[in-house]
């Protein structure tokens, strides 16, 4: 029995880092899917949400081209409007994707779109604002406004690596009251991480078992004594296992605050959207996104798509 047709509004974004790449390819994958395209062009990456908002009623899913940043904009309409979100990971880093397993290649995540089905993924929120991976205070939002848009473009996720050994040595601890689960803590601390997935910044770590499907959110603050300790640090940053050295201070929570002595800018997935006291929270399956089955749900075989649809 046939998949009633699907149509699916297509949104890519320019400026992404391989946002000008053709897609045609991709478009005829989802289309052997039964999903009847409508792309819409972007003058601005401010006006996604308002395009879901206002086009909703007319389709059964959104196509976002993009990376994370694109994502970001986009997740508070997808979860008011309840639309599931099919990836085309068209950015530099893609974290959003990498934790979810959607495949980085474009043409395999268009068949993903168009054989699977869409699974609840967890939406955090900092002050209002939401974001997919991981929100940072300290270095982590230093790096997201040194960051522009040609250095991402030239580099790539090195990019990550090249800014950051910029900012390391003008880096300093910054004094924070975290309050989470009945306790109140004071801290020194370089960056404080609150993460909804696993991956940020080109492929670190919030927590080796992180996860954007568990209704919790993975923080920790780097609370080094050094801007050079740092460096031993890093292979941890990579793998998730920071929690384990004695100075990072880990722990996983549905909800906590974070409050600075002047205001300090908050990141989330690359954007710079509020400062602090910054308040997060964790809003469990507020997305459904198209991402490899969880706990061995099937998908439909492609053969069978075709099949279907001619």
Request: hydrophobic share 45%.
């Amino acid at each position: 029995m046939s998949r009633s047709p699907r149509h699916a509004l297509l949104l890519v974004n320019p400026r992404a880092r391989m946002g000008r790449a053709p897609l045609a390819r991709e478009r005829a994958v989802l289309e052997a899917g039964g999903i009847r395209i409508t792309a819409e062009a972007l003058p601005e990456k401010a006006s996604l949400a308002g395009i879901i908002r206002r086009e909703a009623a007319g389709f059964d899913l959104v196509v976002i081209g993009g990376g994370d940043g694109t994502l970001n904009a986009v997740a508070g309409a997808l979860a008011e409007t309840g639309l599931p979100l099919g990836v085309l990971p068209l950015g530099t880093a893609n974290d959003f994707a990498r934790t979810l397993g959607i495949p980085q290649d474009t043409v395999a995540a268009a068949r993903l779109i168009a054989t699977g089905a869409p699974r609840p993924v967890d939406l955090g929120d900092v002050n209002g604002h939401p974001f997919l991976n991981v929100a940072s205070i300290g270095l982590g939002a230093d790096l997201a406004r040194a960051l522009t848009h040609e250095a991402k473009q030239r580099y790539g996720v090195l990019g990550y690596a090249v800014v950051a050994a910029q900012l390391l040595a003008q880096s300093r601890l910054f004094t924070a009251r975290i309050t989470h689960d009945g306790t109140i803590e004071k801290v020194r601390t370089l960056q404080v991480s609150v993460g909804n997935g696993r991956y940020y910044g080109g492929g670190m770590a919030v927590a080796e078992d992180a996860s954007a499907e568990d209704g919790r959110l993975d923080f920790y603050s780097l609370e080094v004594g050094r801007w050079w300790h740092l460096l031993g640090l890093l292979p941890a940053l990579r793998r998730g296992t920071q929690g384990r050295w004695h100075d990072v201070r880990a722990f996983r929570t549905t909800a906590v605050t974070v409050e600075t002595r002047r205001p300090r800018v908050v990141n989330t997935d690359g954007e710079l959207v509020t400062h602090t006291p910054a308040r997060f929270s964790i809003r469990p399956g507020a997305l459904r996104v198209y991402a490899p089955a969880a706990h061995g749900t099937p998908t439909r075989p492609m053969r069978d798509i075709l099949s279907s649809s001619f």
